[in-house]
């Protein structure tokens, strides 16, 4: 076979292997995004950690693991908390008028609370938010190709200045826990929030972005979410207003 012919068909198979890959990608849109403040070091913690397990295996609930680091002095360092997830649950307090934070905790659309650990709770949040029509309202439009996601989002006058995120996850990761509260248990935690990071305020026009595939895969993980979220006047984040997330890609 001639060289020419060689390298065609490899660009083929090249291109083809490429499509193949971007086709795999698994978008879905969530019917509530629920954030999980939870710790390693929280005895009372693994029920709602097992919840975020149940809501990430049936897919219609954007659950997140949001580790927090105030229980660190306890005796274990939760190795997937950070100060800056602390710092959101006690912006969502400030929001929300409280005075204190705690854990286990659901923030379910940014908007209310409850104990993380109760189901029937968070259910019963996500359908008021619904019936009230105050859930995720507001569409976002996501497309995967070999080289990016594209994300486009509507002019909507309920948007305001809302901020698009993209929230960068853990699929899953079991920890052996060897201090603490938890001394001696194999915990595995699910939708493990590493980082969030804002993108661009929306305009009165919408918004129609490309974000480069390669920058994701850089970071290492393999579950994505862009969120649409609103603050309060003190910089506080609000309501979410819509969720896409992406794995598999």
Known sequence: ???????????????LFTTN???AANVKT????????????CHSCPPADKIVEKFSQEGDVLAI?????YWDYLGWKDIFASKENTLRQYGYARSMGESQVYTPQAVINGRDHVVGSRENAIMKTISKHNSL???LTVPINASVNENSIGISIDADARVGD?????????????????RGENTGKTIKYHNIMSAMQPIGMIKPNGLNIEYPIADLKRQGHDRYAFILQSMDK?????????????EDF
């Open 1 to 15: 076979m001639t060289n020419w012919k060689q390298q065609g068909l490899a660009l083929i198979a090249a291109t």
């Open 21 to 23: 890959i971007a086709t």
């Open 30 to 41: 969530p019917k509530a995004v629920v954030e999980v403040f939870t710790s390693q070091g």
């Open 65 to 69: 693991s949001v580790h927090v680091d």
């Open 133 to 135: 029509n105050q859930g």
């Open 162 to 178: 809302a901020t698009l995120y993209v929230i960068s996850m853990k699929k899953s990761q079991a920890v052996d826990i060897k």
């Open 234 to 246: 003190g910089g506080n984040p609000g309501p979410i207003l819509g969720a896409v997330y992406i």
